[in-house]
């Protein structure tokens, strides 16, 4: 299993350090059916586009094949292309697909459906390097006038160009239109940005705007360690400041739950010495995926010891094709991250997101926010845990193994003080066990898939701790001849749940959600472990004698 999991650690790494096309290198990219622009997060190239797409014919009837190349021209630079995408539209409403395609080379090629229109686009199928593709597109019975082609060629992760006019063919008799042309960045979230001329501050939090901050209470003038972000409204539209120190990128999200998923997000990425302000969506704990339309205005940025600081406006309300932007005069859950990024493309938060402590209205009044990087249901889980495995079963197994002769004939409800003790500890460590380990579950929405080999140890865990006692219901009278087996198979039992239920713990006390402060949590804990250690081993050498206690 450790190997299997290396193993992913490093494919994931290859697939994030490797550049990739339209962030699909298999080429399934409906999603930029639409504007045909990749989810890059980088604009467009303003360079002169190094291919050609041509059409063996300029007149079409309905039902004609006509053959579509798509080759590289350009004898500078890169002599290839990794991804593309080529569409066929009407020449009169370019935001109507026409006709279907079909394949002639399956290997680099493959069809996509837009617009729920079988065939109606082509793209690539892996990041290989091409200098040619081949297709034919079928003509509709219904064929507008004229039909013109479209193509968006990627040769790497920043260098692409999108929507790209190719000829028009028309049918017979019909002077084509003028052909229209969109340069590099049609569709494209392009903004130019200023610099900033001095840090961000806190001054005027809770009266003049709303900000939340970590550490609490810090300013971004005074403090490189200070994280964070601050809003307020300007007639029609929000002014947006985000700081914080990072490696890569700094952003925060609107979020009308506590669950990363379906968040509104804004990121400022450093790119070498500059910083690209971007608006995104997040559908999961997923890449975010970048907005294609300009919706950010007066951005500017700043680079100062290690701090990314970025401003900018957004309007209240955008139009209806901004799918994916919530309004800004909703109330909204507020996360703050940051992390690293590779040649634009932002990695996992290094910590778990700052998370507002309720929900706050972006263009009401001024408030200083609060929030926290652990979330209550990950706190309740630790706390549980912890309580189960270093208390009530530690007191447990003390009861029976050390009071059982202290306490022979007292009796609670007929049966024996010592063990009416022992039982209710192991059942509240059973009960505290199963409750701790539903509460992951419940905030993540699933199995965690980064919490390493933790959540794998809890299952063992949890499954010792109900075969405990299940074992005891079948337990038999002391004198049985068989009572030892059940002695050595409770005693291994019980044991091995200890174990692996502090080993566990030691590992879960680094993880991103609970945000234990480090490395004196770590000494806490051994400081109980040796704790226990310690008055196991007193009481066993009292046991035997060896050391009077209380005479």
């Known amino acids: 299993m450790e190997v299997l999991m290396k193993m992913w650690i490093v494919l994931l790494l290859l697939s ?27 604009d467009p190239s303003t360079k002169n586009p190094p291919f050609n797409i041509i059409a063996d014919k300029s007149q079409l009837s309905p039902g004609d094949e006509i053959k579509v190349t798509l080759s590289m021209a350009s004898s500078e630079g890169k002599h290839y292309f990794k991804g593309f995408l080529i569409e066929a539209r009407n020449a009169g409403n370019l935001s109507e697909k026409v006709g279907s395609f079909k394949l002639i080379s399956p290997g680099i090629s493959q069809l996509l459906t837009c617009d729920s229109k079988e065939g109606s686009a082509v793209s690539h199928t892996d990041k290989s390097q091409k200098t040619e593709v081949q297709v034919i597109w079928v003509a509709p019975s219904n064929s507008p006038s004229s039909v013109q082609f479209l193509v968006t060629v990627a040769q790497g992760y920043k260098e692409y160009w999108v929507k790209s006019p190719g000829p028009v063919v028309s049918q017979n008799g019909v002077a084509p239109p003028p052909q229209t042309t969109f340069g590099g960045s049609i569709g494209a979230q392009t903004t130019t940005s200023s610099t900033l001329s001095r840090s961000f501050t806190s001054e005027g939090c809770g009266s003049k705007k709303s900000c939340l901050r970590d550490p609490d209470g810090c300013d971004p003038q005074n403090d490189i360690a200070c994280h964070f972000l601050s809003f307020r ?17 700094v952003s925060f999200a609107l979020s009308q739950d506590k669950w990363m998923g379906k968040d509104d997000v804004y990121l400022c990425i450093r790119d070498a010495d500059r910083v690209e302000i971007k608006a995104a969506y997040v559908s999961g704990r997923t890449h975010p995926e970048y907005s294609s339309q300009n919706i950010l205005k007066d951005t500017a940025w700043r680079l100062s010891d290690g701090v990314i600081q970025c401003s ?11 799918l994916y932007r919530f309004s800004l005069d909703q109330m909204y859950y507020l996360f703050m991250a940051h992390g690293r990024a590779e040649v634009g493309r932002t990695h996992r938060h290094d910590r778990q997101p700052l998370i507002s402590t309720y929900q706050t209205a972006i263009t009401g009044p001024p408030e200083d926010l609060t929030g926290s990087r652990s979330p209550l249901l990950m706190k309740y889980h630790g706390a549980f845990m912890l309580i189960a495995w270093t208390s009530t079963v530690s007191a447990g197994v003390i009861m029976a193994r050390y009071f059982k002769p202290d306490w022979p004939e007292r009796n609670i409800l007929g049966q024996r003080v010592w063990f009416q003790l022992h039982r209710m500890l192991m059942v509240l460590t059973v009960l505290l066990t199963l409750v701790g380990f539903v509460l992951p579950f419940m905030y993540r929405g699933g199995w965690s898939k980064r919490a390493g080999i933790h959540p794998y140890l809890g299952c063992v865990v949890v499954a010792l701790a109900v075969i405990q006692p299940v074992i005891a219901l079948f337990r038999p009278a002391p004198d049985a001849s068989r009572r030892y087996i059940f002695n050595w198979m409770h005693f291994g039992t019980g044991t091995a749940a200890q174990v692996v239920a502090v080993v566990t713990i030691f590992l879960g006390i680094h993880q991103q959600a609970l945000f234990l402060p480090a490395p004196w949590s770590t000494g806490v804990l051994a400081a109980i472990v040796v704790w226990f250690v310690l008055a196991d081993l007193v009481l066993e050498v009292h046991r035997r004698g060896f050391l009077p206690i209380g005479q």
Do not use: W
Request: hydrophobic letters at 35%.
């Open 312 to 322: 900018f406006r957004r309007d209240i309300i955008l139009p209806p094709e901004n």
């Open 16 to 42: 994030v350090f490797s550049e990739t096309v339209i962030c699909y290198s298999h080429g399934k990219v409906e999603v930029a059916c639409g504007d045909m622009t990749p989810q890059h997060g980088h």
């Open 233 to 249: 409204a300007l007639g029609s539209s929000v002014m947006f400041e985000l700081s914080g120190p990072a490696e890569g990128y």
